[in-house]
């Protein structure tokens, strides 16, 4: 690898003075979807993603990015590093950036600005370690949906942000399908909340996928509409595929076959992450990208370009440069990639000239051991006006915050009888959910010692549960009468979705500059480091174990 001089920041930092990069995140024209393909809002003509993502030290798997206790650096809130990075970026021809996880309570303002000026978007992931969709405890909560829309609050004003990722490879073993049903009520309630806060109509919500074996029903599955009158499906998709390693061939890499399934899609497919480090010859960082003249040539038709992944060279060994202070080596990859993007001239259609015609597909059916969502209905909306209502109307409520304690008394109260923990079931597999499963751990253990203790003629003795729970004086304040009734006395009543603004409710975060986040709830299924009798998991919750590998 070369070593880097301080020549490109001084050309930034010239040319934004001089004003030739004066566009900023207020004028720069923002990307929309139509049909299969991206497009300029101000001229019309398509936009291909030649991109890379963005993330020092991060691992976005879904299953492994459960752990709250795992700090971050925010790509997007060091103006310096920004403007360390951007130039190199620029010298592979980079027009969008892919984030992982960025803090909301921090001023994104000096990159946003940095980037729009250079012609550079932004897609983001909505989650963060520890407040993101698990792949094997799946449930959709208070807790994401505030850490969901504090992400779309603090974004929403670029124009040069292309949209949000509301999962990242959650799917990734054949018995975690169920996980999808979660997910995608996570797009629905992210579309909704940005119509309903009146942001920019083309900020998009879309879902990358791993290239599993039950990749094809989830494409479906997300692209699929089967409730009317409800906009659930994803915006755009994305694929981390891996399958195209050193010379490889467009058919040996799968690439041809991709093409032919997604042909008939109904939104924007790219490649959320590639750039396969596997039988590389000189090693990982001698990448060849000889995937990038098909990629932005005979696939174009199908294919909107894609995101190298990564930036940052790390212990993955994955990484088109390395970072020492205000230094950036590129490696030899990044040089490899930069030859093969200044030789591709993608075809580009323009919106005026181009009709979509592709429908959402069938949803993916139940059965076997390949699937294991049910495509209506979703997870309730998480509402959590209605959750903190339901709490304050209740005669037994839980007083200790302690949530590994909660298991036994969880496992005491659905064991006794089954239908108090109605309220809170979520079983993607069967399709029932109670009102209350998108609660809080706290919220949800109150409601059924509630149901206990009524259910046992409220019997103080009925609310104790070995002191964490106690007795309160219910009330029922202004707006919250409603809310209770349409949720139901046994809590299989519906969820009205929510008004007004709700991500700014998000405190902490786990960013480096800010302390370890603790609003992330533990799944239904793991409060505590034991939670439920066999019967009640299967029976009652997500159904995730359904379908073993």
């Known amino acids: 690898m070369w070593t880097s001089t301080a020549l490109p ?19 720069i024209p923002d990307i929309e979807v139509y049909g299969q393909h991206f497009f300029y809002t101000n001229n019309g003509s398509q936009f291909y993603l030649k991109g890379v993502a963005y993330q020092e030290n991060y691992n976005p798997n879904g299953t492994s990015n459960n752990d709250g206790n795992t700090q971050y650096t925010d790509p997007l809130a060091d103006a310096s590093k920004c403007s360390r990075d951007i130039p190199f970026m620029k010298q592979i021809f980079t027009n969008v950036i892919r ?47 505030t850490r969901y829309t504090a992400v ?18 959650v799917v990734s073993a054949q018995n975690q399908t169920a996980a999808a049903a979660f997910v995608k009520a996570a797009v629905r309630d992210t579309k909704g909340y940005i119509k309903g806060m009146n942001y920019r109509n083309t900020l998009g919500v879309g879902y990358a996928t791993a290239d599993v074996p039950s990749r094809d029903e989830l494409a479906h599955y997300f692209a699929c509409e089967p409730e ?22 467009y058919q040996d890499s799968s690439y041809g076959e991709r093409v032919d399934f997604f042909q008939d ?37 199908v294919f909107s370009g894609g995101i ?90 839980v007083e200790s915050d302690d949530e590994d304690s909660y298991a036994d008394t969880f496992d005491y109260i659905c064991g006794a009888n089954q239908d108090f923990c ?22 949800q253990l109150a409601w059924v010692a ?25 009330t029922t304040s202004a707006g919250c009468e409603a809310l209770i009734s349409a949720a139901g006395t046994d809590g299989q009543g519906s969820v009205p979705s929510p008004t007004g603004q709700q991500g700014n409710a998000a405190a902490s975060s786990s960013s480096k500059a800010a302390a370890a986040g603790t609003m992330a709830a533990p799944a239904f299924f793991n409060y505590g480091k034991a939670f439920f009798a066999a019967y009640v998991i299967t029976a009652l919750v997500s159904g995730v174990g359904m379908f073993l590998l």
């Open 9 to 27: 920041h001084l050309t930034l930092g010239l040319a934004a003075l001089s004003g030739t990069l004066a566009q900023s995140y207020n004028d």
């Open 99 to 145: 984030v992982y996880a960025v803090d909301p309570t921090q001023d994104h303002d000096d990159c946003m600005q940095q980037l729009a000026s250079n012609d550079i978007y932004v897609i983001a992931d909505l989650g963060e370690p520890g407040t993101s969709i698990d792949s094997n405890n799946p449930e959709w909560n208070v807790a994401l949906y």
């Open 152 to 169: 779309v609050d603090s974004l929403s004003k670029y124009k040069n942000v292309i949209g949000f990722f509301a999962g990242n490879e």
């Open 228 to 249: 009317d009158g409800t906009s659930t499906t994803i915006d755009f998709w994305g694929y981390n595929v891996y399958s195209w390693c050193g010379d490889s061939n």
């Open 265 to 301: 899609y109904p939104v924007p497919v790219f490649f959320a992450e590639y750039g396969c480090i596997e039988g590389v010859e000189g090693g990982p960082t001698h990448r060849p990208f000889t995937e990038v003249p098909v990629l932005y040539g005979n696939m174009t038709s």
């Open 308 to 397: 190298v992944y990564e930036w940052f060279y790390s212990d993955n060994h994955y990484g088109l440069v390395e970072v020492e202070d205000n230094s950036v080596s590129p490696y030899p990859d990044f040089t490899s990639l930069r030859s093969q993007l200044a030789r591709v001239t993608p075809t580009i259609t323009m919106s005026s000239a181009y009709t979509p015609t592709n429908s959402p597909p069938a949803c993916p059916s139940v059965g076997g051991t390949t699937w294991a969502a049910v495509a209506s209905p979703l997870p309730p909306a998480v509402n959590p006006q209605l959750c903190n209502c339901e709490i304050a109307s209740l005669q037994c409520t």
């Open 422 to 443: 109605s309220g809170i079931a979520h079983n993607a597999t069967s399709g029932d959910y109670g009102a209350l499963g998108g609660c809080s751990p706290k919220q």
């Open 450 to 474: 509630n149901q206990y203790y009524v259910n046992h003629d409220s019997d103080a003795s009925a609310c104790d549960f070995n002191g964490l729970a106690k007795t309160q004086a219910a």
